[in-house]
């Protein structure tokens, strides 16, 4: 069942997330090496800052915050067994996030829901452009679902965003513009 501030976060950012879905130069048909590294790169320059301060935040347990906070890492392993080493710049526009609030949960909606269709797009790479470094488009393998139920729970409740669905739709909108302008300007994006 889908609850409430989930449904809301899910439609007031479904354009959004077409843009980004449909506009990704990773996604097409005549994807190569090289677009694929690119896109890492990007999306590294805008997650790394951003998720060594959202997870630090102080969120209880039961978000499993650890477990959630260094995909950094796995893009770094990509590249580094892609033998890429090239600099990475680093976005400076993405969302503050400065208290474990309902606007941050916003934010981490975003980039915890983007491990969902990694699996499609790790998928399509595998198929049209083999031999890639996938670690970070496999993300949580087979604990995706879960991860991802885990974190609906804590956005839905009283502790997380339920009364603040406006603040949460904020940090939601936030995240995908800022991301979208920075893989934009980073040619990740088609024009
Ligand atoms: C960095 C880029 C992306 C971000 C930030 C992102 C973000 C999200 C978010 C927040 C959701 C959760 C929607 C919900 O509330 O149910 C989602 C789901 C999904 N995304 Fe993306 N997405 C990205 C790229 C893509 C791409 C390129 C594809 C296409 C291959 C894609 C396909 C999907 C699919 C199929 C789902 C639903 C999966 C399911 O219900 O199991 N996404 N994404």
Redesign the pocket.
């Known amino acids: 069942m889908i609850s409430p501030v ?1 449904q809301l ?2 439609e007031g ?1 479904r354009e959004r ?1 077409e843009t ?2 449909q506009g ?1 130069a ?2 097409g048909s005549e994807v190569d090496r090289s677009d694929y590294l690119n896109y890492l790169r990007a ?1 590294l320059g805008w997650l790394e800052p951003l998720e060594q301060r959202l997870w630090q935040l102080d969120w209880p347990d039961s978000l499993q915050a650890p477990a959630r906070a260094d995909k950094s890492a796995w893009i770094r392993a990509d590249l580094a067994s892609a033998g890429d080493a090239s600099p990475v710049p680093q976005c400076t526009d993405a969302p503050r996030v400065d208290a474990a609030d309902a606007y941050a949960l916003g934010v981490a ?6 491990q ?3 699996r ?2 790790a998928k ?1 790479l595998a198929d049209v452009t083999p031999a890639l470094p996938l670690r970070y488009l496999r993300g949580y393998e087979d604990q995706v679902g879960p991860m991802w139920k885990g974190f609906l729970q804590y956005l839905d409740s009283e502790d997380g965003a339920q009364g603040q669905e406006a603040q949460a739709l904020q940090g ?1 909108r936030d ?2 513009d800022s ?1 979208t302008a920075w ?1 934009r300007s980073q040619q990740a994006i088609r024009a």
């Open positions: 989930h976060l899910r950012t997330h980004l879905d990704l990773l996604a999306l909606y975003v980039v915890e829901g983007s969902l269709g990694g499609f797009l399509h939601a995240a995908f991301l893989l």
